[in-house]
């Protein structure tokens, strides 16, 4: 792949957590050129100026993004069917849009109802950390983490370039397609959290079961914690989450069987879970 970078400078739309940890990022990576900040909340627009991440925000997009190699959109999923017309008037034929969404074939089918023929990389930074924290309490929140990134057919060589901005913030991009982006998120993200939501609705439920909380339950009840309006809207637009539910649903059932009439066969799945937990952690 040619991997030829976008040319500074570079703007974020939406400036919440993850929208300010790439602000913040790029402030530091590209002294030179400053980049470009837009939210449409007065209030955040002061904050980033008070903590000295850009000399001014813009409250929606304008003139100044033409001026922009690289889009950073950071706005809810719902947000996008508005944030996104706005954006046509401004942008450069030779800009790149992408985004730090959770799913990515819903999103690019938006970008491409709505901006047709921009050049667009989907992305979605895996940041690790507390609830509501995502890592963003970290000065180097991307430094070592992975960021999926997923171009369509033919575009390759834009991810490649997209790229080459998140190495420079220290993430490790890793390029998939949108398929297979969302089929392995609804393994890895989406089942978790709605196994989180279970195991905290069942307990929750339970008369004394606070008096008990290991600290291994508090830890699998973490995703629970997170955003409920944006992982829902996430769990739902990904089209592979309700099978990958499905298919922990039924693993359950099987190790549940096995935990009442196969206690060997239950040592041996318990085992080779452990291992898989390790060769997948150790990547």
Not at 107 to 129: D, F, K, M, N, T
Not at 148 to 167: H, K, N, Q
Not at 247 to 253: F, M
Not at 255 to 276: F, I, N, S, T, V
């Amino acid at each position: 792949m040619n991997a030829t970078p976008p040319v500074p400078p570079f703007a974020v739309i939406g400036l919440g957590q993850m929208g300010s940890a790439i602000l913040r990022a790029l402030s530091r990576a590209f002294p030179e050129a400053p980049p470009i900040a837009i939210d449409s909340d007065p209030k955040v627009r002061s904050q980033v100026v008070r903590d000295r991440l850009v000399a001014a925000a813009e409250e929606a997009p304008g003139p100044t993004l033409a001026t922009c190699g690289l889009v950073f959109l950071c706005v809810p999923i719902g947000d996008l069917p508005t944030v996104l017309p706005t954006l046509a008037p401004h942008l450069s034929e030779k800009a790149i849009l992408t985004d730090v969404s959770p799913v990515m074939k819903a999103i690019s089918s938006l970008v491409e109802e709505h901006l047709p023929g921009v050049r667009y990389v989907g992305g979605h930074p895996l940041i690790a950390g507390d609830p509501g924290g995502l890592g963003m309490g970290r000065t180097d929140p991307f430094v070592g983490r992975p960021v999926a990134l997923c171009p369509r057919d033919g575009e390759e060589d834009l991810a490649a370039g997209v790229g080459t901005i998140w190495a420079t913030l220290g993430a490790r991009p890793v390029v998939l397609s949108p398929e297979q982006h969302d089929q392995l998120i609804a393994a890895t993200s989406h089942a978790p959290y709605l196994a989180a939501l279970a195991m905290a609705r069942i307990a929750g439920a339970m008369e004394g079961a606070g008096r008990l909380i290991a600290k291994s339950f508090g830890e699998a009840l973490r995703p629970a914690g997170l955003s409920a309006d944006a992982m829902s809207a996430a769990v739902s637009a990904n089209p592979f989450a309700p099978a990958a539910a499905r298919v922990l649903a039924d693993e359950l059932l099987r190790l549940a069987d096995l935990a009442e009439r196969d206690p060997a066969g239950l040592l041996d799945a318990a085992r080779d879970g452990r291992d898989a937990k390790d060769r997948l952690l150790s990547e």
